[in-house]
C-alpha cells in the first residue's frame, strides 16, 4: 500500500471503507520476528525465534506467561505487547482473586480486543498498538490458541504463526494441523520446533535460537529448558534430508516473494522485534 | 449492637445522613440454615419463618434460593440484606451468560464473589447482616460453604446456621458419612430441623428442603414435621417453681 491521503489518522476512513492506520499496525506485526502457537485437545505450545539487536545484547523475551493456565507470545512492537501482557495479567489475577477459579481464555481475549485494541482505533488521540497477540491457555471447555490483531479482531484457530517468514511456517503448519487435536504433548512440542525451522530459511536450528513454552491439563504454564529444546532437535536433525527435503523446497519458494520485512533484518527498526 | 463510629469533622447533619445509611442492627430476620452434602449433591433445609424481633411476623418466606444452573443459596439473617445479595448474584449470572461461551460460574465461584462482598461491606462497616450457605454441584463435584456477615469463610461437608450450629452440628458430627442416599438425608435434615423447632424460639414447623445435583435444583413445597410434646417433663411444666422466681 502506498501513502494516501486517508492515512494520517485511526479516525479517519477511507473512501473504500478502510482504516489505512490500522492497516499500517497489522504491517508492524509482521517486521518482528516470528511466533507460533500450537494447540491439541490438551496442550498449547508457543514459539518464538530469539532475536537479538546485535551480537552483543540478549535476545527480547517474546513470550509472558499471564497465569498458569494462560501464556501469550507477541510479534511486532514489543514494548506495546510488555504493556498488553501486563493487561492480561491483571485481568487474569482479577478474576483469580474474586471468584478463586482461573478465567476462562475465551473471556480474557475478548477483553483485550475490546477494551485493549478496539478503543485504540477509535480514538483520535490514540494509535492502534502495534504488536500481534497468540493468547494460548486451557480453561474448562479446552484448550485453546486465539490472534488478536492490532485491529481488535480475534480469531481462533489449531495452530497459526505470525512475524517475518511466518508464511514458512504456516505453510508446513498447513500441512499437518489436521492431526494436533490428537497430537501427543511430545508431538506437539516437537512439531512447534519445526515449525519454527521453517522461518530461519535454512539457518541452522540450534536451541539458543528458539524459546518454546508449554501449558496444558496438570502442567502449569512454563517455558522448556535449552536442554530439552536441543534434544527434540537433535531426534530430526540427524535426518533433515529424508522427510523434510520435500518441504525444505517448498519452504524455500513460498518465503521468498512473499515477507517484505524478512528481506534485510538490518531494515528492521530498533522498536521491532 | 451499634456500628456507629464516631466521625468529629462538626457536620452534624451530614453525620446524622451518613450514619443512618449504615446497617445498624437487623429487622426481620430469618432463622438457621442446615445443609449436608449427600451422594448425588446438597441437601438445604430451613424453615420458613420471618421474625420481628421477638415475633414471628412472616410465615412464608423462602430462605433458599437457586443460583445459576449450579449453586443454591441459604440465608440466615436480615431478609432484605438477602434480597440485596439476590439481586447481586442476578446481575453476576446475567453477565456470566451473556458470555454465551460455554464456560459457566460453578458453586465455588459464587461462594468467592460472596466472600468478597461480605468482606468488603464489613470493611466498610455496613455489614450485610447474613449468614449464607452455598452449595452446589459441577461436573461431579460437590461443594458446600459458608461465608458469614464479616467475611468468614470455609467449606465442609456440613455446615449451619445461627442456632444451628449449636444444636444440629453436633448430631450432623455424630451421624453424617459420605454417600448418604437421598432419603437418609432428608431424615438427617428432618432430625436436626426437628432439634431446632424444640429449642429455637425464632424457629416455626413450615420447612423447606432444596436439593441440588448435576440435573439442577429442586425445591420442596413446604411442609411440617410431627411434634411429641407428651414427654413427662413437659407435663405441669411449673411444678418445681415455687413463687414467682
Redesign the interface.
Known amino acids: 500500500m502506498f501513502r494516501n491521503q486517508y492515512d494520517t489518522d485511526v479516525t479517519t476512513w477511507s473512501p473504500t471503507g478502510r482504516l489505512f492506520q490500522v492497516e499500517y499496525a497489522m504491517e508492524a506485526v509482521k517486521q518482528g520476528s516470528a511466533a507460533i502457537g500450537l494447540r491439541s485437545r490438551s496442550h498449547v505450545v508457543l514459539a518464538s525465534v530469539n532475536k537479538a539487536q546485535s551480537e552483543l545484547s540478549s535476545h527480547q523475551r517474546k513470550i509472558f506467561k499471564v497465569d498458569d493456565h494462560i501464556g501469550v507470545a507477541i510479534a511486532g512492537l514489543t514494548a506495546d505487547g510488555r504493556v498488553l501482557s501486563r493487561y492480561m495479567r491483571s485481568e487474569s489475577i482479577n478474576h483469580s482473586f474474586t471468584y478463586e477459579s482461573p478465567l476462562p481464555v475465551g473471556r480474557l481475549v475478548v477483553r483485550l480486543a475490546d477494551k485493549a485494541q478496539q478503543v485504540c482505533t477509535q480514538r483520535s488521540w490514540k494509535r492502534p498498538y502495534g504488536v500481534g497477540l497468540l493468547v494460548g491457555g486451557l480453561d474448562e471447555s479446552g484448550a485453546h490458541l486465539y490472534y488478536n490483531c492490532p485491529s481488535g479482531n480475534y480469531f481462533e484457530y489449531q495452530a497459526f504463526a505470525i512475524g517475518s517468514r511466518s508464511q514458512a511456517a504456516k505453510t508446513y503448519l498447513e500441512r499437518r494441523f489436521e492431526s494436533f487435536n490428537e497430537s501427543s504433548r511430545e508431538d506437539l512440542i516437537k512439531d512447534a520446533i519445526l515449525a519454527i525451522r521453517e522461518t530461519l530459511q535454512g539457518e541452522t536450528l540450534k536451541s539458543s535460537l528458539c524459546t518454546v513454552s508449554v501449558l496444558g491439563v496438570d502442567e502449569p504454564f512454563h517455558f522448556l529448558d535449552q536442554e530439552s529444546i536441543q534434544k527434540v532437535i537433535d531426534t530430526f536433525e540427524k535426518v533433515p534430508e529424508e522427510e523434510e527435503d520435500g518441504g525444505e523446497a517448498e519452504a524455500e519458494a513460498a518465503a521468498a516473494p512473499t515477507e517484505q520485512g524478512g528481506a534485510g533484518d538490518q531494515d528492521v527498526a530498533p522498536m521491532e522485534m | 449492637m451499634t456500628f456507629t463510629i464516631p466521625i468529629d469533622n462538626g457536620d452534624a447533619l451530614k453525620n446524622a445522613e451518613t450514619d443512618s445509611q449504615r446497617t445498624l442492627y437487623p429487622y426481620v430476620t430469618g432463622t438457621s440454615i442446615v445443609a449436608i452434602k449427600y451422594k448425588d449433591g446438597v441437601l438445604m433445609a430451613s424453615d420458613m419463618g420471618g421474625s420481628y424481633g421477638s415475633t414471628l411476623r412472616y410465615k412464608n418466606i423462602e430462605r433458599v434460593k437457586a443460583i445459576g444452573k449450579h449453586s443454591l443459596l441459604g440465608a440466615s439473617g436480615e431478609i432484605s440484606d438477602f434480597q440485596e445479595i439476590l439481586r447481586y448474584l442476578d446481575e453476576l449470572v446475567l453477565n456470566d451468560n451473556m458470555?454465551d461461551?460455554?464456560?459457566s460460574?460453578?458453586p465455588?465461584?459464587v461462594?468467592?464473589?460472596l466472600t468478597?462482598v461480605m468482606y468488603n461491606r464489613r470493611n466498610k462497616f455496613n455489614p450485610l447482616w447474613n449468614t449464607l450457605v452455598l452449595g452446589g454441584v459441577k461436573?461431579g463435584q460437590s461443594y458446600l460453604g459458608m461465608v458469614s456477615m464479616i467475611g468468614v469463610s470455609f467449606e465442609d461437608n456440613h455446615v449451619a446456621t445461627g442456632f444451628g450450629n449449636h444444636l444440629a452440628r453436633p448430631i450432623l458430627r455424630d451421624e453424617w458419612h459420605a454417600d448418604l442416599s437421598f432419603e437418609d438425608g432428608v431424615k438427617l435434615l428432618e432430625k436436626c430441623m426437628r432439634v431446632l423447632l424444640y429449642r429455637d424460639r425464632s424457629a416455626i414447623n413450615k420447612l423447606q428442603i432444596a436439593k441440588i445435583t448435576e440435573e439442577g435444583v429442586t425445591v420442596s413445597q413446604p411442609y411440617s414435621l410431627k411434634t411429641f410434646w407428651e414427654f413427662q417433663a413437659f407435663h405441669n411444666p411449673t411444678a418445681g417453681a415455687q413463687g414467682s422466681w
Open positions: 458470555w461461551d460455554g464456560n460460574l460453578g465455588k465461584e461462594h468467592n464473589y468478597r461436573n
